[in-house]
């Protein structure tokens, strides 16, 4: 009888462990499904810049005067100069900040990125880099290039040799990897 008993306790604690696991990996998949509904970007209605927006942006920036508001298919976007460099900020549907875009050099890239990009790339001259600064506290995630990325603070640098233009993605660690082909 008291094996029976021990052999009953052990095939419930079985069931109750794998009942957990069966938990956790539906935890997991309903996790990974939210994650993919929020990565599409809402589309905005309407052709105005949204009047919150400019409220919110004016919260996030303070009294720094705007030189221009545009509003496309995902974003309202607002033009600004702070501290001498020229900004955009990105407002999602909720009018949220998504993050900032501010014009920088190669020389703005981690050296290691610079070494990588210079080994791996001959020929190429070095164009537009861009610097997207992510806001941390807005999951939505950016398009540049027409192309969404998931939200992270990373360089991007235009490079072209003849007729061909590509973009690479460098994160703050310096790590390169291949972003877009521009046609």
């Known amino acids: 009888m008291l094996f029976a008993g021990a052999s009953r306790a052990q095939t419930e604690e079985a069931s109750v462990k794998q009942d957990i696991a069966n938990l956790q990996k539906n935890e997991s998949m309903i996790k990974k499904e939210k994650k993919e509904e929020k990565k599409e970007l809402r589309k905005l209605e309407g052709k105005e810049v949204n ?15 705007v030189r221009q508001w545009v509003r496309t298919a995902n974003f309202d976007e607002a033009t600004f100069v702070k501290d001498g460099q020229e900004m955009v900020a990105y407002y999602d549907a909720d009018t949220r900040l998504v993050g900032t875009t501010t014009i920088k050099s190669f020389d703005n890239l981690p050296a290691n990125a610079q070494k990588f990009i210079n080994k791996n790339y001959p020929g190429y001259s070095k164009e537009q880099v861009i610097l997207f600064d992510d806001n941390e ?18 360089y991007f640098i235009e490079l072209k040799k003849n007729a061909s233009s590509i973009i690479l993605k460098v994160d703050m660690r310096g790590d390169v990897s291949f972003f877009k082909e521009l046609r």
Do not use: H, I, K
Request: no cysteine.
């Open 137 to 154: 506290l807005n999951e939505t995630d950016m398009l540049l290039y027409n192309r969404q990325f998931d939200d992270a603070d990373n």
């Open 51 to 65: 009047y919150q927006s400019r409220e919110q942006f004016f919260t996030d920036f303070g009294t720094v005067p």
